[in-house]
């Protein structure tokens, strides 16, 4: 059973367009992870979250506890953008469980 | 720092053959995670593994083995290979509390 749901599966946007990705759990967690993941494997961590928002330069990730509900955002896309963003949740003692991964192609 | 690395890069195997994966962790970083990317199932937590001792586990059998050095260093170790075990398996570190870091990983084949 996936405990992780995120949505749009896939996404082509064009450059400049702002982005929404989004993630839904069911049970209580310590802490979520959004990653991206480019062509040829390489993960790299961007958000880790547990109450409220972070921004990193042009990405915001948001997550509301109440509703088990995050959030990752990108203003003005760009075609570097274009990679896989995978949920991840984690619980305690660092077990994780993820997301199907959301498909991003940002045209130029 | 350097980052995490992880040997071999790529492996093919036949079936029922067993294989040894490494994993060496950003200095000063005592966690190692283990996963498995498949395109069926996705990224799967494999096991975690805390100043040597395996702190949790996924639901993957018994084939699927780990254990970590006192340099913090990683092994995980697949027995009698099954076609279904090509993946790319990725390691990651962390200290307490932070993101994952996540290496390259190895990409497994197996024949």
């Known amino acids: 059973k996936n405990e992780v749901e995120q949505s749009p599966q896939n996404l082509t946007a064009q450059e400049g367009e702002f982005i929404t990705i989004n993630c839904s759990y069911s049970v209580g967690i310590s802490a979520l992870h959004w990653l991206q993941q480019h062509p040829g494997g390489g993960i790299v961590s961007l958000f880790m979250?547990?109450?409220g928002k972070k921004k990193h330069g042009r990405l915001i990730a948001t997550i509301n506890i109440q509703e088990k509900h995050s959030s990752l955002h990108i203003t003005a896309s760009h075609p570097r953008d274009s990679a896989v963003y995978i949920c991840?949740?984690?619980?305690?003692?660092?077990?994780?469980?993820f997301g199907s991964g959301t498909k991003l192609n940002v045209k130029p | 720092k350097a980052g995490v690395t992880q040997t071999p890069r790529y492996l093919i195997k036949t079936r029922g053959q067993q294989v040894t994966l490494s994993c060496s962790p950003i200095s000063g970083h005592r966690s190692v995670s283990w996963y498995q990317q498949t395109p069926g199932q996705g990224l799967q937590f494999l096991f975690e593994?805390?100043?040597?001792?395996?702190?949790n586990k996924g639901n993957f059998p018994g084939r699927f083995s780990g254990r970590q050095f006192s340099n913090s260093r990683s092994e995980m170790n697949v027995s009698t290979l099954e076609l279904g075990d090509s993946a790319l398996y990725l390691c990651?570190?962390?200290?307490?509390?932070?993101?994952?870091?996540f290496g390259p990983g190895t990409r497994l084949t197996v024949t």
């Open positions: 991840a949740v984690q619980y305690n003692f660092n077990k994780f469980y």
């Open positions: 979250l547990s109450s």
């Open positions: 990651a570190s962390r200290s307490t509390g932070a993101e994952q870091y």
């Open positions: 593994y805390f100043s040597e001792t395996q702190r």
